[in-house]
């Protein structure tokens, strides 16, 4: 097998480089990525509204459940970041430019707050279980937990809003610094959150015994949502982190279009439409215990 000669590496590095420059500053294919962004938001917002609407007619009696909402919630952020990169032209050249941050920036928290509500359902079903074989009084009564996940996202949309204010009112470098790893450090708790309650009860039902297809099936989509789930959130603080320190991996919309198509590839497309994919089935017509409507 022939080797490529050292002489002609810089010459690839250089052609590559120039080909990541011409797309980058080519408005043909800014537009082409945008609305292929725009395309594929679209779907899966579409695929989210048409589950949630199957889940309204096989169980309409019994209000919003947890699973109905996570599938509102979809459809509203895939939905709004679709008509923020269908009308690009319009929305980048919004001014004061905070208002391009917001549009770019809230869909990302209300993302947080999608997924966070599956580490609430899966830790509603731990402590429940946990219950059975410890005190009362070492139990986690399921409505502290709600006040936690309100109380959590209650905080994070109010300090993003400060951030917000500040930067109409003073747009600076190191409050878009700071807006960058607040939004790093929010995604590495929803990690965090994946990792501790999706591993915990991953790990409680492996501990049964797994004969039946449905047992197997429920291990399955535990593990796949959270080694999904943990992973996208992962790499956005890592991805945002950098992007924050380091400019020439900026995720700014109009300097780095490429770049900010394989970044919301990997942390919210594509993590979505496995998790719709895994969490397709139907609840069954009569409620079992594990479907609580939410209060």
């Known amino acids: 097998m022939t080797r490529m000669p050292?002489?002609?590496?810089?010459?690839v590095i250089d052609l590559a480089t120039?080909?990541?420059?011409?797309?980058?500053?080519?408005?043909?294919?800014?537009?082409?990525?945008?609305?292929?962004?725009?395309?594929?938001?679209?779907?899966?917002?579409?695929v989210a509204l048409f589950q949630l609407i199957r889940i309204e007619l096989r169980v309409p009696e019994y209000g919003w459940t947890t699973q109905k909402v996570f599938h509102l919630m979809n459809f509203i952020v895939n939905g709004v970041r679709a008509i923020v990169f269908g009308f690009h032209a319009e929305v980048f050249q919004l001014t004061p430019k905070v208002l391009i941050w917001v549009l770019l920036d809230l869909p990302g928290i209300l993302f947080f707050s999608t997924?966070?509500?599956?580490?609430?359902?899966?830790?509603?079903?731990?402590?429940?279980?946990?219950?059975?074989?410890?005190?009362?009084?070492?139990?986690?009564?399921?409505d502290k937990l709600r006040i936690v996940y309100m109380s959590v996202n209650g905080g994070v949309y109010f300090i993003q809003v400060c951030i917000w204010l500040y930067l109409w009112i003073d747009d600076n470098s190191?409050?878009?610094?700071?807006?960058?790893?607040?939004?790093?450090?929010?995604?590495?708790l929803a990690a965090l959150g994946?990792?501790?309650?999706?591993?915990?009860?991953?790990?409680?039902?492996?501990?049964?015994?797994?004969?039946?297809?449905?047992?197997?099936?429920?291990?399955?989509e535990v593990g796949s949502v959270t080694a999904i789930c943990f992973t996208c959130f992962l790499v956005r603080c890592f991805v945002v982190v950098l992007s924050a320190f380091d400019t020439d991996a900026s995720l700014d919309v109009l300097d780095h279009p490429v770049l900010n198509l394989i970044y919301y590839?990997?942390?919210?497309?594509?993590?979505?439409?496995?998790?719709?994919?895994?969490?397709?089935?139907?609840?069954?017509?009569?409620?079992?215990?594990?479907?609580?409507?939410?209060?």
């Open 115 to 142: 997924y966070t509500l599956l580490v609430l359902f899966w830790a509603e079903i731990y402590h429940q279980a946990s219950s059975s074989t410890m005190s009362s009084a070492r139990s986690l009564p399921t």
């Open 6 to 11: 050292l002489s002609l590496l810089p010459s």
């Open 18 to 46: 120039d080909w990541w420059d011409d797309i980058n500053e080519s408005q043909r294919w800014q537009d082409g990525i945008f609305y292929a962004l725009c395309a594929s938001y679209a779907l899966v917002s579409s």
């Open 174 to 188: 190191v409050v878009e610094f700071i807006g960058k790893i607040f939004i790093a450090v929010v995604s590495f």
């Open 194 to 220: 994946f990792l501790l309650y999706g591993g915990r009860l991953f790990v409680m039902l492996r501990r049964f015994p797994i004969e039946s297809k449905g047992r197997r099936k429920k291990l399955h």
């Open 265 to 295: 590839m990997l942390v919210e497309i594509l993590p979505s439409a496995l998790v719709l994919y895994i969490l397709r089935k139907l609840p069954p017509k009569r409620v079992s215990a594990q479907y609580h409507p939410i209060r």
